[in-house]
């Protein structure tokens, strides 16, 4: 995955909080006790000698694919999504060059009626073609980094770019039928990108109530299980995220605990202390947005138990499931 970028202040007396955190924690411990339950009892790996340090970035700096040819359906994984498996069926209707978000339909009625939520589907199908924009470096607060990347993909060649806008359009397509009006930061739409600074931009100024960027590791195999990547508090330069490092571990541990439910699969054994949450500070999409976002990483490419689920399109139904009741909680409170 790679993550990432320009100065925004904190919206004044924007209300973030929807409820107090220990109801959150409440929501989440029950059913990651269950989550982890089926897990052990399907084969999940109990190895938790992974090196975290070595790990826990591992997509986040990719900047390149594994041997098989990068947007090429792979042997082992269609890249389209399943007919019979809860697929919204959408295909980008954009041409190359759009550059503004894909937005959603006008929607009626719903539990989230009037709420704006923002789906980041992390990399673009096309980054390979352009690693000269894709790697022209971007100020994210803390430091500077890479517009993008090309993310990861399985062994068999199946993209982390297609796995993301996958399962971006499931969501899309479960949270419209709530009532929200979504918008995508790309729709394979674009020739590259859109870069860091630009994807945390577009959540910003559609004064999203929740931005959730999706994502799958590429760590060492053995590496199993999701977690959810939370903003650090951040003061430097253009990034501020001190009004949402609260409402962002909400969002988080919904999304967590609802993703255990309805996967079956639990937290990841490398990073978080088996608590599928984990906490930084160099990413320039969390560093520069100023409302409630996270990161996802549904699982590890590299792995091939984690690869099986991640190219299977039920599986992935279940992952935007889970995803979006945890936005669905969390914005209803």
Same mark, same amino acid.
């Given at each position: ?30 059913? @990651? ?18 090196? @975290? ?126 009532? #929200? ?24 100024? #559609? ?6 960027? &999706? ?46 439910? #309805? ?21 320039? =999409? ?35 499931? =889970? &995803? ?10």
């Amino acid at each position: 995955m790679s993550y990432t970028g320009p100065d925004f202040d904190p919206p004044p007396s924007r209300r973030f909080r929807r409820g107090p955190l220990t109801v959150a924690l409440a929501a989440l411990v029950p059913g @990651a006790l269950l989550g982890w339950a089926v897990y052990a009892t399907v084969g999940g790996s109990g190895d938790d000698g992974g090196d @975290a340090s070595a790990s826990a970035g591992t997509s986040a700096s990719a900047s390149s694919l594994p041997p098989s040819s990068p947007g090429t359906p792979s042997p082992g994984g269609s890249d389209e999504p399943d007919g019979s498996d809860g697929s919204d069926g959408k295909k980008p209707s954009a041409s190359p060059g759009a550059t503004s978000p894909s937005a959603s339909a006008p929607v009626g009625t719903g539990p989230l009626r009037g709420k704006v939520v923002v789906i980041d589907p992390g990399h673009n199908p096309r980054n390979f073609r352009h690693t000269a924009e894709i790697n022209r470096q971007v100020d994210v607060g803390t430091h500077s980094k890479e517009c993008d990347t090309t993310g990861t993909s399985t062994d068999d060649g199946f993209s982390e770019a297609k796995f993301t806008l996958d399962v971006a359009h499931r969501m899309r397509a479960f949270l419209e039928g709530q009532g #929200a009006t979504v918008k995508l930061t790309q729709d394979d739409d674009r020739p590259f990108g859109p870069c860091i600074d630009e994807r945390a931009r577009i959540g910003n100024e #559609a004064e999203a109530d929740a931005v959730v960027s &999706i994502h799958a590791d590429g760590s060492g195999t053995g590496n199993r299980g999701f977690h959810v990547i939370l903003p650090g508090s951040v003061d430097s330069g253009a990034a501020d995220t001190r009004a949402i490092v609260g409402p962002s571990r909400e969002l988080g541990e919904r999304i967590a605990g609802n993703f255990v439910r #309805a996967t079956g699969n639990g937290p990841s054994n490398y990073v978080g202390g088996g608590t599928g949450l984990v906490t930084r500070k160099d990413l320039g =999409g969390l560093n520069l947005s100023t409302v409630p976002k996270v990161f996802v990483e549904c699982g590890n490419m590299r792995d091939s138990k984690d690869a099986a689920l991640l190219t299977s399109g039920a599986w992935r139904q279940k992952a935007a499931q =889970g &995803i979006s009741k945890g936005i669905v909680s969390f914005l209803r409170g």
